[in-house]
């Protein structure tokens, strides 16, 4: 059973468009954090997000990428103006007490 | 920042043998390191960890080990079956909330 569940499962979107990707938590939890992994290659790490604020974000994470916790359960990752290289598989996590890292099935988008 | 190395990219098995993927990391800092099995279409799936306190940590047939003065860790399968085919990632982290640098994965594929 997955840590959070995640939606939509895949997204087709054209270039220029806005895309929101939903995680929401099975339990309450403090650490979440979006990667995002291209096809084929490695999980790279976006953003963290603790106590609803941002707490880490990687390089990759600029002006177009956005996070929130708009009701206190779902927390939402928008792109405003996707890209072709924005197509990827798209992880939300959730922190563990020990550290661990505990992944949701992802958001496949497609961006054309 | 940190960066983590893991070898091979892809392995072949024979079913019963077993399987060993190898990961190096750059920043002594790091503490704590986990492996994920990831199948195909879905999320990273923690499968066992160890800290830098520990230098070997078995679960049924798999086993961790970690070397701090060479900073590198590995995985190991022993009795392999079919069902472990998947790609699997080393992962590395400095502390609770902060982001994990993945290897790059390997391909591992157990012929039955």
């Known amino acids: 059973e997955p840590e959070v569940t995640q939606t939509p499962s895949h997204q087709v979107t054209q270039m220029g468009q806005e895309v929101i990707l939903r995680c929401v938590p099975i339990s309450n939890h403090l650490y979440f954090y979006w990667y995002r992994q291209i096809l084929g290659q490695k999980v790279e790490f976006l953003v963290s997000?603790?106590?609803?604020?941002?707490?880490?974000k990687s390089e990759i994470f600029d002006d177009q990428f956005s996070v929130e916790r708009p009701d206190g359960s779902n927390f939402t990752l928008k792109i405003r103006s996707t890209k072709l290289e924005d197509s990827a598989m798209y992880f939300c996590?959730?922190?563990?007490?020990?550290?661990?890292?505990?992944f949701g099935e992802g958001s496949r988008l497609t961006v054309l | 920042g940190e960066n983590v190395e893991q070898h091979p990219s892809t392995l072949s098995v024979q079913e019963g043998d077993s399987a060993v993927i190898k990961c190096t990391y750059s920043?002594?800092?790091?503490?704590?390191f986990p492996w994920y099995k990831q199948e195909l279409g879905k999320g990273p799936q923690l499968i066992i960890d160890?800290?830098?306190?520990?230098g070997e940590k078995k679960d049924q047939r798999i086993a961790v080990t970690l070397n701090k003065t060479a900073k590198h860790f590995s995985l190991h399968i022993t009795e392999t079956q079919p069902e472990d085919s998947a790609v699997y990632f080393c992962?590395?982290?400095?502390?609770?909330?902060?982001?994990?640098?993945f290897g790059t994965g390997t391909s591992l594929t157990v012929i039955p």
């Open positions: 996590a959730r922190g563990g007490g020990g550290g661990e890292l505990f």
């Open positions: 160890i800290r830098s306190n520990v």
């Open positions: 920043d002594s800092a790091s503490n704590y």
């Open positions: 997000f603790y106590n609803n604020e941002i707490s880490e």
């Open positions: 992962a590395a982290s400095i502390r609770s909330g902060n982001q994990f640098y």
